[in-house]
């Protein structure tokens, strides 16, 4: 079954970092980009950036870039999303998402991950 | 882009016709427009993409339309699953997606 499976949940200490991991299964992961998308308490979905695994291309969003790292290892088709320096204003829900590459017309995220919460706290 | 949605919560029974609506801030390019389906603790699920397309397996009760600025989910005859958290994407800048604040559907 085609599924985006992802790491178990994370408490973390403000300044320290984190690394969520996202294992596609079933499918080939080097035709797909990852996109990672947060959901802080009662906000809505943000888009943080992508990976491109068989680019190795990444995109951030403005918002993001210089504390974000995305990676992926085609090996074992994961991809990870460090965020570094984390504050309270880190904890949320991060989850990896997929779309196809190609056109923008296919830019939608036809698959999702169940997410991951990250929480920050002292 | 801005996506506002409409309306926050919507208190319907099964057997109704839900309509929602997403608005942008700004014209979107040939529709490059998705809607979700979220329950609580699972992965959100794709429902429609480029406004009006159904995605695989979603059934014909879902239906999408829209362009330009303004668009509408439409779900014919709740059924009881149906009742989830429905949220809009814009993809049309591709250096900044963004979504919109989402409609919980309730009983």
């Known amino acids: 079954q085609v599924q985006l499976v992802q790491s178990g949940p994370e408490v973390k200490k403000p300044g320290s970092s984190v690394n969520v991991s996202c294992k596609s299964l079933g499918e080939s992961f080097s035709t797909y980009t990852i996109n990672w998308v947060r959901q802080a308490p009662g906000q809505r979905f943000e888009w943080m950036g992508r990976?491109?695994?068989?680019?190795?291309?990444?995109d951030y969003a403005q918002k993001f870039q210089g504390r974000v790292t995305m990676t992926a290892d085609k090996s074992t088709r994961t991809a990870y999303l460090e965020i570094a320096s984390l504050t309270s204003d880190d904890s949320a829900i991060f989850y990896c998402t997929r779309n196809s590459m190609g056109a923008r017309s296919h830019w939608y995220f036809d698959l999702w991950g169940r997410g991951t919460l990250v929480s920050v706290s002292s | 882009i801005v996506l506002t949605q409409s309306p926050d919560t919507l208190s319907l029974s099964p057997g109704d016709r839900a309509t929602l609506s997403c608005r942008a801030s700004r014209r979107l390019s040939s529709n490059f427009l998705a809607w979700y389906q979220h329950r609580p603790g699972q992965a959100p699920r794709l429902l429609m993409y480029?406004?009006?397309n159904r995605a695989s397996g979603v059934p014909d009760r879902f239906s999408g339309s829209g362009s330009g600025t303004d668009f509408t989910l439409t779900i014919n005859g709740l059924a009881p699953e149906d009742f989830a958290v429905y949220f809009c994407?814009?993809?049309?800048?591709?250096?900044?997606?963004?979504f919109g604040q989402g409609t919980k559907l309730e009983i």
């Open positions: 994407h814009q993809y049309d800048n591709s250096l900044a997606f963004s």
């Open positions: 990976i491109m695994p068989g680019l190795g291309r990444t």
């Open positions: 480029g406004s009006s």
